[in-house]
């Protein structure tokens, strides 16, 4: 808003001179309309800002929790077969003990004295309610299976080749191993749990063997409740698929030592790390922290 001086009269005449004061809008009206849209789009981007962070909120607390729920189960899966194969190894110990490796001189009064149909009964006693979980077989130091709890008489059969039983036969190996075969018995992946024997003196007498099918656990992990693409796969420590919800036969056995999944866990604290992985076994891309 401004103000307007102007001064009327003439010079001649002397006549007293009128000062007109005026007020004029020098300022160009605004226009409603105009003002209107720019609120509209203010308040639209306003909302569409604060929509967003919001959902990127819900997105990172469901994130959160579905990662928190993932390692638990997890960790529970793990200990459940943690305690499992404890439960496999107590059978094999009890079974060596029944055995009185400490009386037995020879490799071949162990392969004479244990390819008795005895010695059958014994096995097969001992797996009773656990039958669902595969064999006890017993290999002499030639790797021949001398007796085992499935059926009477032993088919002929020869696993010296194997590489559970090379690295039990050899001294500096550790006492227990654990490997996953395809089965010449039954033609299916078999996580193979073997045990070294050893006589009085400490000579190799041969190898007790406890055989579990893949589809053990995968019945298992069949009973957890699990997003509708869900999958859980079982690797050995050295990266070996164990087995796989849903079975996917064509990469059990195979190794994903190499796989970013298995080498952040392994260079991480406690064994256990959770992201996102491309899955190695069938490309797509999951979170989840693997298990050994």
Not at 66 to 82: C, W, Y
Request: with cysteine.
């Amino acid at each position: 808003m401004g103000w307007t001086i102007a001064k009327r009269g003439t010079a001649t005449t002397g006549a007293a001179s009128e000062v007109d004061l005026t007020v004029t809008n020098s300022r160009p009206q605004r226009n409603p309309i105009r003002s209107l849209i720019l609120c509209g789009v203010f308040l639209i981007s306003a909302i569409a800002v604060g929509t967003s962070i919001m959902v990127y909120g819900f997105r990172e607390r469901a994130l959160q929790n579905s990662t928190r729920e993932l390692e638990n189960t997890v960790l529970l899966l793990a200990r459940h077969f943690d305690q499992q194969f404890d439960d496999f190894e107590v059978v094999q110990q009890d079974i060596i003990n029944q055995l009185h490796l400490g009386r037995i001189n020879s490799a071949e009064d162990f392969k004479r004295e244990m390819s008795s149909e005895h010695a059958h009964q014994m096995l097969k006693s001992k797996i009773g309610a656990l039958a669902y979980m595969g064999n006890l077989t017993l290999l002499d130091s030639e790797g021949n299976l001398i007796n085992w709890s499935r059926g009477w008489p032993v088919p002929e059969v020869n696993f010296a080749d194997r590489s559970y039983f090379l690295a039990l036969k050899s001294s500096t190996s550790p006492e227990k191993y654990l490997d996953a075969v395809h089965s010449r018995m039954t033609g299916h992946w078999t996580t193979v749990l073997s045990r070294r024997l050893v006589g009085r003196s400490g000579e190799f007498l041969g190898v007790v063997c406890r055989g579990i099918e893949p589809a053990y656990f995968e019945k298992f992990f069949e009973s957890l409740t699990l997003g509708k693409d869900a999958t859980i796969s079982m690797l050995q420590g050295n990266g070996t698929l164990l087995a796989r919800y849903p079975h996917l036969e064509s990469k059990i056995g195979q190794n994903f030592s190499s796989s970013p999944m298995i080498q952040r866990s392994l260079s991480s604290s406690g064994g256990r790390a959770t992201g996102q992985f491309i899955a190695q076994t069938d490309g797509v891309s999951g979170w989840g922290p693997p298990s050994s």
